[in-house]
């Protein structure tokens, strides 16, 4: 439990900085997880204790207490959200502008099923791809409603199989850029 306290916490304050206060916004943000073992874990804690003011610095990166995984928080740049049927667009901050007030949304309300292409979003392969959106094969469902703002689960980091990289969704989505920490400055 203790844990979740952590991440309870480190999510209030990540979701603060973006100032989703009005009534007819609410915030998309997604996080990814890498799953930390052995040598990893270790690499971590040593990083962290070295680089601990740089790494809260960049306020998107939540490290477990006990260095069993970390997640890399961001907002939903451009997403195409779809609240009770009627589609609607995230700014690059990851705010959207709605016609109803969040009180009266619940979390079942609501889903993303794309973003608008630009050049930091160019889609991959499982995406339907069009002159101006990128549709997502399975729309995201938040994992939670915190405040005002839907969290969803990206899913694992998983760029590391036998000590190579691979090449994942993440680093196909972003055009000319290496990955989306270099896409969005994350």
């Known amino acids: 439990m ?21 009534p007819n916004q609410v915030g998309v943000f997604g996080y990814k997880t890498m799953i930390l073992a052995e ?7 040593w990083v962290f204790k070295h680089h601990k003011k740089e790494i809260e610095a960049q306020r998107g990166t939540f490290i477990a207490s006990d260095f069993s995984f970390y997640r890399i ?3 939903l740049h451009t997403a195409i959200v779809n609240l009770s049927g009627q589609e609607y667009s995230a700014n690059e901050k990851g705010i959207v502008q709605l016609p109803v007030q969040l009180s009266r949304v619940s979390i079942s309300d609501l889903s993303v099923t794309g973003r ?4 930091k979003v160019t889609g991959c392969a499982s995406n339907i791809i069009t002159d101006n959106k990128i549709i997502l094969k399975d729309e995201l469902l938040p994992a939670q409603l915190r405040e005002n703002t839907f969290i969803f689960d990206m899913g694992l980091i998983d760029c590391c199989k036998s000590g190579q990289m691979r090449s994942t969704p993440c680093t196909q989505n972003h055009g000319s850029y290496a990955n989306c920490s270099d896409a969005f400055g994350i």
Do not use: G, W
């Open 39 to 45: 040598k990893n874990k270790d690499v971590v804690k």
């Open 116 to 119: 608008i292409k630009s050049n």
């Open 2 to 22: 203790e844990i979740q306290n952590e991440i309870n916490a480190f999510e209030k304050s990540y979701i603060e900085q973006f100032s989703v206060n009005n």
């Open 73 to 75: 928080y961001f907002p």
